[in-house]
């Protein structure tokens, strides 16, 4: 059974730096797409940056600069290196996985909390 498990979530200070990590497990995880997403409660879930299985990487305008995105692929693992946070990072994250083969698949976290303030 596929599952995406993230972590790193945490109260921070702004300016602060939080790493976020996304353990998948029963896929393989190296011919997914994966990325990080965010949601503020009664907005629409928003992509923060993502990373092909080709190693091609997509950032949103308001975190570039600040946040970087890799992933280990023996470890099954997706990180997101989030630098500079602000009060506007603040958000609950979640990780996404997305195979577009012969049949698509797409699998989601369930999140990890980000919070930024002081």
């Known amino acids: 059974q596929a599952q995406l498990v993230e972590s790193g979530g945490a109260l921070v200070q702004p300016g602060g730096s939080l790493r976020l990590s996304c353990v998948a497990s029963?896929?393989?995880?190296?011919?997914?797409?994966v990325g990080w997403y965010r949601q503020v409660p009664g907005k629409q879930r928003e992509m923060v940056s993502i990373?092909?299985?080709?190693?091609?990487?997509e950032i949103a305008d308001s975190v570039k600069g600040r946040f970087t995105i890799s992933r280990d692929n023996a470890e099954k693992t997706l990180y997101l290196q989030m630098n500079s946070l602000q009060s506007e990072d603040t958000a609950a994250y979640y990780c996404?996985?997305?195979?577009?083969?012969?049949?698509?698949?797409?699998?989601w976290g369930r999140g990890t909390q980000v919070t930024v303030s002081s």
């Open positions: 996404h996985a997305l195979f577009q083969g012969s049949a698509r698949r797409e699998f």
């Open positions: 990373i092909t299985r080709a190693g091609r990487t």
């Open positions: 029963g896929i393989t995880f190296g011919v997914y797409d």
